[in-house]
């Protein structure tokens, strides 16, 4: 698998959401849409970063922007999940991981001398054309959400 770049086409999707049954990428075709890969709901960093994305949720919506959250969760967890942090932001479940898979993010990770597979924190931004417009691998949480809507801005 190559990985994405700016000027890509955005590979399409089809996932189940909590509230609105399933999000496609074609269902913002013209929109601006900011895609956020995370690796579990109600972690430390995966909560801090869709509370980041919440607060700021006016502000991506004032520039045309709508935000979707993903990760390997089921749905009724990620219903759990916004409903205890106040979480406003679309999370869309990718359970089979092929939705990771198409933008690069499931990948091999280690963590006390273990390797398995899970999805590396990343965020694209989708322009209204179907493509990135900016990539964002292996996030760091503190001040991502504002970085995304500079991005998003300019």
Request: include cysteine.
């Amino acid at each position: 698998m190559t990985e994405l770049k700016a000027g890509d086409p955005a590979p399409d999707f089809e996932l189940p959401a909590a509230e609105l049954g399933t999000v496609t990428l074609k269902a913002f075709a013209g929109k601006t849409l900011v895609l956020y890969f995370y690796p579990k709901d109600d972690t430390s960093g995966c909560t801090t970063e869709a509370v980041a994305f919440t607060e700021l949720l006016p502000q991506f919506e004032a520039a045309g922007a709508t935000i979707i959250g993903v990760s390997p969760d089921s749905v009724a967890k990620h219903t759990k999940f916004a409903a205890k942090h106040g979480l406003k932001v679309i999370l869309a479940s990718d359970e089979d991981n092929h939705v990771a898979s198409a933008y690069g993010v499931w990948k091999e990770k280690s963590m006390y001398g273990r390797t398995y597979m899970g999805i590396e924190r990343s965020t694209f931004l989708i322009g209204p054309d179907g493509n990135l417009r900016h990539v964002w691998p292996k996030v760091k949480v503190a001040g991502h959400a504002e970085e995304v809507l500079q991005a998003v801005a300019s």
